[in-house]
């Protein structure tokens, strides 16, 4: 019988007597507005974006601990990644919600607070859309949205559960970003009221302002700051 590699070392750990203590993703949702509740007002989008933080902590903490981060479903939604409960306590009964992450005190180890430290650095200055773009990148996010989608339009929401297996399989996605935050030096400069913070490999030249200058007077540009890095020879912003 196959057994899912992850949840093997997990319940491994059990057995061996090691600590290994479950979030909810209610309490996850909680610390994440209380750092900044300024980004999760009352609104569509407010929620959107709190529901693709909480996905990609999930592969942060499966990238780096090759463990779960917390128990419930993901399930793939049109706009992205979900964690319906979550979506459904925002968007029914958003005051209690965010009073209860005011008064917020979280209790996680040290491997989930860095978790979440480094997914609100990596993906928190980004706004609820270019989130849920960054979402549809995921192969998993694709199969598992339109398999689920049946004959008539409706959804069958059995099939469209993201895995542990599924999400494995792209983990090499989020390294990549891991890797490419580490390396990101103090080097930063203000164009046009955007902030662009470099990595240290890359050559600021004239022409890498040139180009600059004019993303941050397209429509593209929506963010406050953003990152600049090389990979696989090719420029990088987001």
């Not at 409960?85 to 992450?101: C, P, T």
């Not at 996010?141 to 398999?147: C, E, S, V």
């Not at 390396?183 to 203000?190: L, Y």
Request: hydrophobic share 35%; aromatic share 14%; glycine share 2%.
């Amino acid at each position: 019988k196959y057994v899912n590699p992850i949840l093997e070392l997990f319940f491994i750990k059990i057995l061996k007597g090691g600590v290994v203590k479950m979030l909810t993703a209610t309490d996850l949702a909680k610390a994440i507005i209380k750092q900044d509740p300024n980004s999760f007002n009352n609104s569509f989008d407010g929620n959107m974006k709190l529901q693709k933080l909480l996905f990609f902590a999930y592969m942060v903490h499966l990238t780096n601990n090759e463990e779960p981060l917390f128990r419930e479903k993901i399930r793939a939604f049109a706009k992205g990644c979900v964690v319906d409960g979550v979506r459904e306590r925002y968007q029914y009964n958003y005051q209690d919600f965010i009073d209860e992450s005011y008064k917020f005190k979280p209790d996680f180890t040290q491997s989930q607070l860095e978790t979440m430290d480094t997914t609100i650095k990596l993906f928190g200055h980004l706004s609820a859309k270019v989130l849920s773009e960054l979402t549809h990148q995921f192969d998993f996010w694709n199969r598992r949205f339109h398999d689920s989608i049946n004959s008539d339009c409706t959804y069958d929401q059995d099939k469209n559960v993201i895995t542990i297996d599924d999400m494995l399989q792209e983990t090499d996605k989020i390294e990549k970003l891991l890797n490419a935050r580490t390396s990101v030096s103090m080097k930063e400069d203000t164009i046009n009221g955007i902030k662009f913070l470099f990595d240290d490999n890359i050559e600021i030249t004239d022409s890498l302002y040139d180009f600059l200058f004019d993303f941050s007077n397209s429509e593209e540009a929506e963010e406050e700051v953003y990152n600049v890095y090389m990979d696989n020879n090719e420029l990088v912003v987001y």
